[in-house]
């Protein structure tokens, strides 16, 4: 079936770091990629998607390209902020195996140190 | 715009007990779903519905119900409440099953069994 793999976490930076949280994808249809973020004590927000392949979604200095070759949508940001500490889901949704569903992986838990 | 709303936002129950966790969206979105959310484990699709009259069952459906009268409306129903309920509950929306719609998630409810 259908399924998100992103490298566990915790992750610790020091502000202004560079950030890369890895996220690859199994799929039978072709699905949508999407991005979560997850603050203290708060629901998900969507950061970014990409709908199809050699996308590039962007938000909030977050970027992360649709890579179909390599089954992959890795979250980047060249510098990250004390305020950017939350938990960070990769997602995907398509026809097929899920049935249209949102398939999440188990998290990334990013801490930006001051 | 109120988006997703859930309701109680807390709560604890006792081992046997009975309760209905509410969700209501206000963006006329045809699918909704809930989600379980443990810790190392990402988000568990629960239970979603693609329109009024239509349910299914997601990953984890066992000990759950669900009914979805009106558009607006996806109760989740708990008939006797276990100790391994103990999770924080997410309801989600989108406009479309389409998989290039990102989903709106609530704020979640934070459920304890004792």
């Known amino acids: 079936g259908d399924s998100v793999t992103q490298m566990e976490g915790p992750v610790t930076l020091s502000e202004e770091a560079c950030l890369t949280i890895n996220c690859t994808y199994t799929a039978t249809g072709y699905p949508s990629l999407f991005w979560y973020v997850q603050y203290p004590g708060e629901g998900l927000q969507l950061l970014l998607k990409a709908t199809k392949a050699d996308d590039k979604g962007s938000n909030k200095g977050f970027e992360a390209t649709y890579r179909k070759e390599t089954t992959s949508f890795h979250l980047e940001k060249g510098s990250v902020q004390v305020s950017d500490s939350a938990v960070y889901f990769c997602?995907?949704?398509?026809?097929?195996?899920?049935?249209?569903?949102?398939?999440f992986g188990k998290g990334t838990k990013l801490s930006v140190k001051p | 715009n109120a988006g997703v709303t859930q309701t109680p936002k807390f709560q604890v129950l006792k081992t046997g007990q009975s309760m209905t966790l509410q969700c209501a969206q206000d963006m006329n979105h045809e699918y909704m779903s809930w989600y379980r959310q443990d810790p190392g484990m990402g988000l568990r699709l629960i239970h979603y519905s693609v329109g009024a009259g239509i349910t299914d069952q997601g990953e984890v459906p066992n000990g759950y119900n669900v009914s979805r009268s009106t558009t607006e409306d996806f109760p989740l129903r708990l008939l006797s409440a276990a100790p391994s309920q103990t999770s924080v509950y997410f309801c989600?929306?989108?406009?479309?099953?389409?998989?290039?719609?990102?989903?709106?998630f609530g704020d979640g409810t934070r459920l304890s069994i004792l």
């Open positions: 989600a929306s989108s406009a479309l099953r389409g998989s290039n719609q990102p989903q709106h």
């Open positions: 997602a995907l949704r398509a026809y097929g195996g899920s049935q249209g569903n949102l398939i």
